[in-house]
Nanobody, 124 residues
Framework: QVQLVESGGGLVQAGDSLRLSCAASGRTFSSYAMGWFRQTPGKEREFVAAISWRGGSTNYADSVRGRFTISRDNAKNTVYLQMNSLKPEDTAVYYC?????????????????WGQGTQVTVSS
């Protein structure tokens, strides 16, 4: 069982940066691939980024590639999402997720555990 708690969301202006954090409970954090997803009202949950067990592999949605960076610190049981050059269309609730896999994919169904989400709002 893994419990995930996101933090770092907020209200920013277009062009600003934010760093989201996701703290995980348990001693087996390094056994999980981790991902970030986002969701806006009335839309399906959208893949943002994923990282493998030890951080050697990453994957990004086309819409964020080059602006967002996913990373993890297994000693701190934490995964991060550094978001730069934010756009109004990045506004969403952001969720972190854990998958019992080496590397998570882009499908929400691949992930076993989810956090409660943190709101990111980007004003124009």
């Amino acid at each position: 069982q893994v419990q995930l708690v996101e933090s770092g969301g907020g209200l920013v202006q277009a062009g600003d940066s934010l760093r989201l954090s996701c703290a995980a409970s348990g001693r087996t954090f390094s056994s999980y691939a981790m991902g970030w997803f986002r969701q806006t009202p009335g839309k399906e949950r959208e893949f943002v980024a994923a990282i493998s067990w030890r951080g050697g592999s990453t994957n990004y949605a086309d819409s964020v590639r080059g602006r967002f960076t996913i990373s993890r610190d297994n000693a701190k049981n934490t995964v991060y999402l550094q978001m730069n050059s934010l756009k109004p269309e990045d506004t969403a609730v952001y969720y972190c997720a854990a998958a019992i896999l080496y590397m998570g994919g882009s499908g929400p169904g691949e992930y076993n555990y989810w956090g409660q989400g943190t709101q990111v709002t980007v004003s124009s």
